[in-house]
């Protein structure tokens, strides 16, 4: 039996049907999710529709979002709910920290603050920021928030070692 069709969801809910719906899609539509998830297509059809009141399960989406990291969008239904929550998700550096990089990378940071200056000069010039000249400067910020982590973890490795 399926859920009724007729809801009317509060609109944080249906920001996360959208999410669900568009972690479904990357994942290869409805039937292979329900594949992967060992349930049936009308249960994710239900789940990705925003005129019902089913949602995928914590593990269902954590499941699917493993299964699609690299896509775009990734990870859709966790960035949705962070930004709800008023968080920026940034995704961590893959580097191993040292406890002596920090020189570099702070080098690095000066050099990302410098492409993050260039960019908005370079796409105000005009007096008009279009789409993709505010998609450039989120890249360039994201670049700089991925720097400063990458610090911090260097920073918090020496503190460790310290401590021992």
Known sequence: MTDRRDI????????????CRALVRAFGGQEAAASRLGTRQQRISDCINPHTESFLR????????????GMPGHPHVLATRARQLGYELVRTPTIT??????????????????DLAQAIVETTADGII?????????SEC??????AIAMRAEARLIIREAIR
Not at 8 to 19: F, G, N, R, S
Not at 142 to 147: L, P
Request: overall charge negative; hydrophobic content about 40%; some cysteine.
């Open 8 to 19: 009317v969801l509060p609109p944080d809910q249906q920001e996360l049907k959208t999410a």
């Open 58 to 69: 914590v593990d269902e989406v954590a499941a699917l979002e493993h299964e699609t990291v």
């Open 97 to 114: 920290a040292t406890g002596k990089d920090l020189l570099m990378l702070f080098a690095q940071q000066s050099k990302e603050n410098s």
């Open 130 to 138: 279009c789409r993709a000249d505010a998609e450039r400067i989120v």
């Open 142 to 147: 994201d670049d700089i928030i991925a720097n």
